[in-house]
């Protein structure tokens, strides 16, 4: 009888190949684990990095702006731009306000002050690096240098240098010259208006200011009324307004781009007071500027009796600024004036800048600091800081000529113009005080600085 062989026992995968399918998934497993993790990871870091820059000024401009064929944000090969009449371009910084210009492709942001920021002749060359303007904005060896300049807090923890060159206009064509230049502060140049559609766009305030470039005969440029390009001689008394470049990345504490709601960079403890404003009795300054513990100050109105505005002379016979003449606004301000303030015990003796600017003294800034009156209270010269671009028809102290009778009155569009000094003028004085003995407020126009 034969014996049944017994069947073997079949497997579906034979030992080696069960052990091969098993480490083969426990290594896909693993691998998907690993690019899962790190897809993850890196989703997650992307989500983070577009919230953290959208807490940015660069951020939250190109997170707000969606890019436009008409009017709005634009792209082109250095970055994003601003086309047109644009109402969420405002950022505010230092006390003051400004638009935005463009984005560059570094994340950097260009902007250009809302307003004047002051008004005086271009100087004697039309070149920028040579003019009064370059010498205003930046400061350099020479004494007296970076009126503006001194007005930013901690400028190298906020600023980066802007590029810019001395382009000519030619047959409505921006011809942009193979020299760069680089500074922290400029002011606007040709090609960024005509880039932002010139009198159609945002840059058109409906005043008179310069721009940095020439025409084709070596003529200056500026912006008229209008918001039209056109050519001028260096000794014209026209606005500035300033340009610079912020950082890449800084920090934004609060805004939408909106006048009333501006982006608002934070400067944490780099904080500064120009521009603040100061409640002394019953009336409201502003800080033109702050050196050494002292504050320089301009009234934010117009000497008033009761409501209406006091209009005066500035002298019966010349533009000298000269306290010992009883019958010269410069005395009326140090007696009568003086001794209506209330606190008048607070204020400070200064030294006043009165040079002459004129066709026999030179029309260069520097030329202000060659004489001096020291009084407690003065007026604007010519090349101060206009932390109120609205206040018009007012005396500035500095004369056009030391036996003439003409002064140098200040108009909103932008214009400074001579006038005969026995004409009568509205008063804008300057004053200065300690800086410490402000114990109050926040030198907002809301909750301004105080002494209690």
């Known amino acids: 009888m034969s014996k049944k062989k017994k069947k073997k026992k079949r497997h579906l995968f034979g030992k080696k190949e069960f052990l091969f399918n098993f480490f083969s998934l426990l290594a896909m497993i ?16 992307q989500t983070m990095n577009k919230k953290i820059e959208a807490q940015t000024l660069n951020g939250l401009i190109i997170q707000n702006n969606p890019l436009s064929e008409a009017d709005g944000f634009h792209q082109d090969k250095e970055g994003y731009y601003f086309k047109g009449n644009v109402s969420n371009n405002y950022v505010s910084f230092a006390n003051r306000l400004f638009r935005i210009i463009r984005v560059n492709s570094d994340n950097t942001v260009k902007v250009v002050s809302e307003d004047l920021v002051a008004s005086f002749p271009w100087g004697e060359k039309s070149s920028y690096q040579n003019s009064n303007i370059q010498s205003w904005l930046m400061k350099t060896a020479q ?9 930013i807090p901690s400028i190298d923890k906020f600023l980066v240098k802007t590029t810019y060159t001395e382009d000519v206009l030619k047959d409505n064509r921006v ?15 040709i090609d960024d208006y005509i880039l932002a559609n010139g009198k159609s766009s945002y840059l058109n305030i409906g005043k008179i200011f310069y721009l940095l470039g020439l025409n084709s005969d070596k003529e200056n440029l500026y912006v008229e009324e209008d918001g039209s390009i056109q050519s001028c001689d260096s000794l014209s008394g026209y606005g500035v307004r300033v340009v610079f470049t912020f950082k ?8 939408d781009g909106t006048k ?18 100061v409640q002394l009795g019953n009336d409201v300054w502003r800080v033109i500027s702050e050196e050494s513990n002292v504050l320089k100050l301009q009234l934010n109105n117009y000497i008033l009796t009761g409501k209406s505005i006091v209009h005066l002379p500035y002298s019966e016979y010349n533009s000298i600024f000269d306290v010992s003449d009883r019958k010269s606004l410069a005395a009326i301000l140090n007696t009568t004036y003086l001794t209506s ?25 520097f030329n202000i600091y060659k004489n001096k009156v020291s009084s407690k209270i003065g007026l604007l010269n010519i090349y101060d800081f206009h932390v109120n671009a609205e206040l018009e028809d007012y005396y500035h102290l500095n004369t056009t000529s030391e036996v003439g009778s003409m002064g140098y009155v200040y108009y909103k569009n932008g214009l400074l113009k001579e006038v005969d000094v026995r004409e009568s003028k509205q008063i804008v004085p300057v004053v200065s005080i300690k800086r410490d003995i402000l114990k109050s407020g926040d030198g907002t126009e809301s909750n301004p600085y105080k002494m209690g």
Do not use: C, W
């Open 341 to 365: 303030l209330p606190y008048a015990d607070i204020l400070l003796e200064m030294d006043f800048a009165v040079g002459e600017i004129s066709d026999d003294a030179g029309y260069s800034y």
């Open 260 to 277: 009333e709601n501006p982006y608002i960079i934070s400067q944490g403890e780099d904080t500064n007071t120009v521009g603040s404003y």
């Open 143 to 151: 004494e007296h240098s970076g009126v503006y300049y001194q007005t």
């Open 175 to 189: 011809i942009t010259t193979k020299k760069n230049y680089q500074e922290y502060i400029t002011t606007l140049s």
């Open 248 to 255: 890449n990345n800084l920090s934004v504490s609060s805004g």
């Open 30 to 45: 693993l691998v998907a684990l690993y690019f899962g993790g790190r897809s993850f990871y890196y989703y997650s870091k």
